[in-house]
Every structure is written in C-alpha cells, then in structure tokens.
C-alpha cells in the first residue's frame, strides 16, 4: 500500500470514530437531559459525516486509480471542512463551541499534505467561516429554524470580531504546523540516515567478527556467555550448550585459575590451552570495563596449532642441525684411531693361538671395532647424506620392492607378522630418489617389526593420493609411543628399542626433508603408530 493511500485509509477511519463519538455523545446527552433540544445538531452532522464516509469508501473501492493522489485526500478534508461548517452553523454559527474543529483540519492537512495542504485548507476554511459569517450578519439563513437552539443575530462588532479572529487563527496555525511538519521532515530525514549509517556500520561489524580467524567471546560476570562469533564456537567445540559458561570450558581445556575473580588490573590472563583434538589454542582473557567497574569479560581465541608445530619443526631442525655438525667432527675424530685399534687387534689375532682366551678378546674387539666404524659409516650419510638422483617413478614399485624384501624376514615366513598391503590400481608417480625412499621404508618397516609384541602383530603398508602429495603410509598395532615422545622420536640416538643405533627416523626426516616433503607420525600408546611420507606430486626443483 502507498503512502498516500494509507493517509487515505486514516482519515476514513478516524472520520468513523468521530462520528462514532458524537453519537455516543448525543446519547449521553439524550439519557442526561431526557429531551432531543440539544442532540438534534449531532444527528445532522452524523449523518452528514457517515453519507460522506460511504462515499469516499466507494470511491476507494470502484476508482482505484485515486487511492494514491492527493486530490483524494484534499476532497476529504474539503469535505470534512463542509461538515464542520455545518455542525457550526447547527449549533450557533458564530457562538458555537465547535469551530475548534477548523484548526485540527488544518494541523492533519500539515501533517499529511505539508505546508501546500496547511494553506489550502486554511483558505478553504476562512472561505466557508467567512460564508457563514455573511449569512448570519444578513440573516439569509438561521440556524432557529432548523433546530430548536437560541439563537440572536450577530452584531456588526461580533461578525467582525469572529472573522478576524479565525482568519488569523487559520494562518497561524497553518504557518505553526508547516514549521513543525518541516523540521519534523528535517528530523525524520536526518534520523533516517542515521539509521542508514548504524545498520550500515552494524553490518559491517557483523561482517567483521563473523569473518575474523580468531575467536571472540563476550560473557558478563558470572562467566555466562553473551556472544560468541563462529571462530570461536569452532574453535572451543561445536557441541557447546546453549547458554555456556566461559569459565567451565576453559576449566574443561585444562586451565585450573580462577578468571572470575575480581582483577588487580585491566591486563589480560593469557593462557595456552590443547583440545581434545590436539589443537592448541591460545586464549586471552581481559576484563570489560564501565566507568571503572567491571560489567563482563572479553575472551580472545586463536588456534596455534599450526604455529606450535612450525616452531617443534624449527626447534628440531636446530637441534639436529647443531647434533650433525657435532657428529661428522666426531666421526672423523674417531674413525682413524678406530681404523687403527681393529687392524692392529687383527694382527694380533693372526699371531695369537685360535683356541685361546687372547684370541677371543682380540675377535671381540675387532667386531666391536666393525660394529662402531659402520655406525660412524651410517653418521656420516646422515649429516652428509648423498646427492638426489631425482626420476619419474611409480610409487607402488618402490613399495612392492620393499614388501618382497621383507617377506623374506624369518617372523614374516613364520606367521608371527602379518604384512598387507592397499595399493591403487592406477600409477601414482612422483619425481623422487627411488634408493633413498626404499630406504626410508624400509626403516620404517623395521620399526614397525620391532614395535610389535612377541606374539606377532600386524603390518599394513598404503598408498594414496592427498593432493597435492602422494602419501606413503606405514601402520602397526605395537606398542606405540606417548605424545609427548613423537616429537622427540626423530632425534638422532633416540633408542626405542633394544637393537639399533636409533638413526631410523633420524635419517626418514632428513630423506623426507630433502625431497620437499614431510614426514608424519601418529600414535597412541598401547594402540600402534602410523608414519605417514607426504612426497610432493609436482618436480623438485633445486
């Protein structure tokens, strides 16, 4: 509906309760007074007003063409003008009570039509005062013989009097309510934009925190949460109930502080928190502040995880970094001095008597000599590992090189170990050393056998694609290894196990790391371990 039909529809109504009005008035006087003397201008202009009405409310429904134009609205309060004019006239003309009536026209004029309806319905009503004026001063018409009222001719002074009065009543109120009707105009236009700009400025901040990466949560003192954005609800669990505590669920994260205690200062509580899922989060904690008293609290959420990770790898790649420069000074300290003890106890053995106990020391001591050259042997490729020699292979054949190897092992052909094996049936190449990816396999084989219990367990070796790697994976069901050992199973010299010089997952990470890729060890302990070599799809270049 438009606006000026809804105006429409407005007056009608409201000339409906008037008339509504002035009928329960006239009754009111009827049953007060007992006699018709005083009613019978009511009733006139009732009937006046509702034959009125019903036209205008025919016209509304057969012409719809005029709901929506001003000269509907101006017929109406025309009409109304008519109507007023004659309940004035009914009940006195220039003496009656009711003439208050022009100025509440002229005010709904202003306010629906503004200052050019103000002013043409103060014309229109200085018109029909002023008729009404000249008939009663000339006596043309009385109102005494229409009903039954006292009623004296108006003097030369009162018709003046009256006319002037109302005449420039008429225009002052319709400058009155132009003024009003303008600056309320002004303010309706000013407080529009301003509700223009605070939803503009609300969506925007909407957009804002709805799109932000980190979290952030408002809860008033108690701890109640009042708002959480998206980030937030994701990052501290899609499961949380309605209405949560802020409080609880750090608690339930592992902070054991009391928050909700009065702070010393406006500085915020950090805290580093692990979810379920092993994200780590980092939460910041400051008071909401009124006039100097707090009012709630504001949590700010962000998930490290990635960034932990990235300084665990930094943190390890110094540490191996600083323990190879370490080792190859050593190594070449240690392997001539070696060289010489075991070719000198061999000598030594060739002149001792076989059956002797000197014999059996020097045979000790020559393949302890052996044993710890090939462990020199196995630092130095681990510090100065060889040269890539990148190709184009099919991951699946280096892989089943591997498999047919181990399936030579004694507790494979016994039973004791089970291997399988889930290889696609479509190539999956990369562009790798094939010798050194075997032997990053078969290092992690080696470990899976060894993680094993007595009785056996089993093996299973994948391959799949995760763009854009190809991921080579190894499982176990062994004995696995706490979290807090993943990290740290890939420094040099981590003994696992009782055989071993602890290289094997040294020597996978430098592999992995040389080829662009990473390597990925999952575990649990008592349930197994899972390492994952992550080797890019695309060409190494450098």
């Known amino acids: 509906m438009e606006p000026l039909e809804k105006q429409a529809v407005r007056l009608m109504v409201f000339r409906m309760v008037i008339a509504l009005t002035f009928f329960l008035s006239a009754l009111g006087i009827q049953a007060t007074v007992g006699t018709e003397l005083a009613i019978q201008p009511f009733f006139y202009f009732m009937a006046v007003v509702l034959a009125m009405n019903l036209a205008y409310s025919v016209a509304y429904w057969l012409l719809p063409s005029v709901r929506n134009r001003q000269g509907f ?18 009940t006195g003309g220039l003496t009656s009570i009711f003439t208050f009536l022009y100025h509440i026209l002229i005010v709904v004029a202003g ?4 200052r050019r309806g103000a002013f043409t319905l103060a014309a229109a009503n200085a018109l029909l005062y002023g008729s009404l004026c000249l008939v009663q001063f000339y006596g043309w018409l009385e109102p005494d013989r ?12 009162a018709t003046l009097y009256g006319l002037m009065t109302h005449l420039v009543g008429f225009l002052l109120v319709a400058f009155l309510i132009t003024a009003m009707a303008s600056r309320l105009e002004r303010s309706d236009a000013t407080l529009g934009l301003v509700r223009k700009d605070l939803s503009r400025l609300r969506h925007l901040n909407d957009q804002i925190v709805s799109s932000i990466s980190g979290g952030l949560v408002t809860a008033d003192e108690r ?29 339930t994260l592992g902070h ?53 990770r990235l300084r665990e790898s930094l943190s390890l790649r110094e540490r191996l970094a600083a323990i190879g420069e370490m080792a190859a000074n050593i190594a070449h300290e240690i392997k001539n001095p070696l060289g010489s003890i075991s070719g000198a106890a061999q000598m030594l053995r060739r002149e001792a008597d076989p059956d002797s106990k000197e014999s059996e020391l020097l045979g000790i001591i020559q393949n302890e000599s052996s044993r710890l050259a090939q462990t020199l042997d196995n630092f130095l490729k681990y510090v100065k590992p060889t ?10 054949t280096v892989a089943g090189d591997i498999l ?4 030579q092992d004694p507790a494979v052909v016994g039973g004791a170990v089970k291997v399988e094996h889930d290889f696609p049936d479509s190539p999956t190449e990369a562009e790798v050393d094939a010798n050194q ?10 470990n899976a056998k060894k993680a094993l219990p007595a009785q056996g367990g089993l093996i299973r070796i994948s391959l799949r694609r995760e763009e854009p790697y190809v991921m080579l994976e190894v499982r176990d069901n062994g004995v696995g290894m706490p979290k807090s050992e993943i990290q740290k199973s890939f420094e040099p010299f981590r003994h696992r196990f009782a055989s071993g010089a602890g290289l094997g997952l040294s020597m996978v990470y430098r592999i992995m790391e040389s080829h662009g890729g990473r390597v990925e060890v999952n575990s649990e302990y008592g349930s197994g371990t899972t390492c994952s070599l992550f080797f890019p799809v695309g060409a190494i270049n450098g």
């Open 404 to 407: 047919t190897l181990f399936s």
């Open 437 to 446: 990816v075997r032997q990053a396999l078969w290092n992690l084989v080696q």
């Open 111 to 114: 306010v629906i039509l503004k």
């Open 256 to 308: 054991d502080d009391s928050i909700g205690e009065p702070p010393r200062s406006t500085d915020p509580r950090e805290m580093h928190l692990t979810t379920a899922d092993e994200r780590r989060l980092h939460v910041s904690v400051s008071p909401l502040m009124d006039g100097g008293a707090r009012v709630g609290y504001l949590a700010l959420v962000r998930d490290e995880t990635d960034m932990a």
């Open 387 to 396: 040269p890539l020699k990148l190709e184009r292979v099919d991951l699946r």
């Open 73 to 90: 609205i101006y017929t109406q309060l025309c009409g109304d003008a008519v109507s007023v004019t004659l309940l004035s006239f009914l």
């Open 223 to 251: 701890g109640m949460v009042t708002f959480a954005n998206v980030a937030a609800r994701k990052l501290f669990g899609e499961t949380l109930p309605e209405g949560w505590n802020l409080f609880r669920r750090l608690q």
């Open 146 to 157: 229409f009903v039954k009222i006292p009623y004296e001719q108006p003097t030369p002074g």
